[in-house]
């Protein structure tokens, strides 16, 4: 599987700032995803993340308030922007990886925020 | 869009007894279903999926069916053992988004 790293792997920030999230791979992938993982809760998908163009966004998130870069096949960037406690989460990228024609989807070891 | 529900939220078990975990989804177009297993502060990591063109896959201790008609599948973790305790979730997609969305999680107990 792909090797993924994330940065930072926790910070704790006040409201009204914001953050950036560094997810890499050790290898080129067509797809990258962001997650956010509410305490105690299932896994919520932000956007995919498109590397050329602008980031897919699902249904309650927004990219003023989520920005995301992915300016080539082994980076991408997540932005919480003018943040508020509601925003403490775990935020984990996945990346996808096409072998023998399953899609499998690997985690990054995520980034804790905490937003006081 | 996807809907996929996951039950039962909680589940303890005796060493040794047998675990099943059950998902269902809402589209039909969904073809790939993965299971995850997240252990505390660390990430989820995929423990065996399958695609819809397959009934059941095997891996040692744990199993994977899917009922394409009822649209459901599930989870079978048999001779538990005490570091099978985690959060279970499993998780739908299709060939044409390739996103994948997640059932709720189930935390199994297995109990020494």
């Known amino acids: 599987s792909a090797v993924i790293s994330q940065k930072p792997s926790r910070d704790i920030c006040q409201r009204g700032t914001s953050l950036t999230i560094q997810c890499q791979v050790d290898?080129?992938?067509?797809?990258m995803f962001w997650y956010r993982q509410q305490p105690g809760q299932s896994l919520t998908l932000i956007a995919t993340a498109n590397q050329g163009s602008e980031a897919t966004y699902e249904s309650g998130f927004v990219i003023d308030k989520f920005p995301i870069s992915r300016p080539n096949l082994t980076f991408s960037t997540l932005t919480v922007s003018n943040m508020s406690p509601e925003d403490s989460s775990i935020y984990l990228c996945s990346v996808e990886r096409r072998d023998r024609s399953y899609n499998e989807q690997f985690f990054g070891p995520g980034t804790r925020l905490t937003v006081l | 869009g996807e809907n996929v529900e996951q039950h039962p939220s909680t589940l303890s078990v005796q060493e040794g007894d047998s675990a099943v975990i059950k998902c269902t989804y809402s589209d039909s177009a969904s073809n790939y279903f993965p299971w995850y297993k997240q252990e505390l502060g660390k990430r989820p990591q995929l423990i065996i999926d399958i695609r819809s063109n397959v009934g059941e896959k095997k891996d040692q201790r744990i199993a994977v069916t899917l009922n394409k008609t009822a649209k459901h599948f599930s989870l079978h973790i048999t001779e538990t053992q005490p570091e099978d305790s985690a959060v279970y979730f499993c998780?739908?997609?299709?060939?044409?988004?390739?996103?994948?969305?997640f059932g709720s999680g189930t935390r199994l107990l297995v109990r020494p």
């Open positions: 998780a739908a997609s299709k060939d044409s988004s390739y996103k994948l969305i």
């Open positions: 290898s080129q992938v067509t797809m």
